[in-house]
T-cell receptor
Framework: GAGVSQSPSNKVTEKGKDVELRCDPISGHTALYWYRQSLGQGLEFLIYFQGNSAPDKSGLPSDRFSAERTGGSVSTLTIQRTQQEDSAVYLC????????????FGPGTRLTVT | SQQGEEDPQALSIQEGENATMNCSYKTSINNLQWYRQNSGRGLVHLILIRSNEREKHSGRLRVTLDTSKKSSSLLITASRAADTASYFCATYTGGGNKLTFGTGTQLKVEL
């Protein structure tokens, strides 16, 4: 079956613009996660969804970041008024449920803010 | 501070040799997982070891877990150039819903 997909694969944007990153999880997976990885760094947890609900938003770096998930499937991560420090690879993962299980990752979106 | 810290940060070996990476973590866990990342993009799940297991094998991979020392090791036997990647350990924290990754070990396998 299809794995986790993300779009776009690469995004170059000017400082101050808004961007939307999309994640399509594996069908039937109720848990969805967003991570950020800056160049040469480890993974930074941003937010997770159980169904359409995001119980823990504490990992979002600032109020310029928001995420939503509709229909228990597709999720969108929105960054408003992008800054150069937002440049990173944004990774999405899904799993059958939260906790316990392994996560299946998408290929990521490389965001470059100029 | 990192929930998981790995050492070494970087490891360079010759093809055919074994590679060992270590991971330490801080809080109690249900399981510990290892992932591989090629070229800074998507991660691939390698193996999961539960807290009541001490050792697990999958192909050329061997994982050990010592919950008393809060540490795990990943052994790759008979390494190949294709094993060149970054390897991360990960555990669930934050009430069990947040997967926290270690700092990673960059493995380079040379021909």
């Amino acid at each position: 079956g299809a794995g986790v997909s993300q779009s776009p694969s690469n995004k170059v944007t000017e400082k101050g613009k808004d961007v939307e990153l999309r994640c399509d999880p594996i069908s039937g997976h109720t848990a969805l996660y967003w991570y950020r990885q800056s160049l040469g760094q480890g993974l930074e947890f941003l937010i997770y969804f159980q169904g359409n609900s995001a119980p823990d938003k504490s990992g979002l770096p600032s109020d310029r970041f928001s995420a939503e998930r509709t229909g228990g499937s597709v999720s969108t991560l929105t960054i408003q008024r992008t800054q150069q420090e937002d440049s990173a690879v944004y990774l999405c993962a899904s799993s059958p449920m939260t906790g316990v299980y392994e996560q299946y990752f998408g290929p990521g979106t490389r965001l470059t803010v100029t | 501070s990192q929930q998981g810290e790995e050492d070494p940060q970087a490891l360079s070996i010759q093809e055919g040799e074994n590679a060992t990476m270590n991971c330490s973590y801080k809080t109690s866990i249900n399981n510990l997982q290892w992932y591989r990342q090629n070229s800074g993009r998507g991660l691939v799940h390698l193996i999961l070891i539960r807290s009541n297991e001490r050792e697990k094998h999958s192909g050329r991979l061997r994982v050990t877990l010592d919950t008393s020392k809060k540490s795990s090791s990943l052994l790759i036997t008979a390494s190949r150039a294709a094993d060149t990647a970054s390897y991360f350990c990960a555990t669930y924290t934050g009430g069990g819903n947040k997967l926290t990754f270690g700092t990673g070990t960059q493995l380079k396998v040379e021909l």
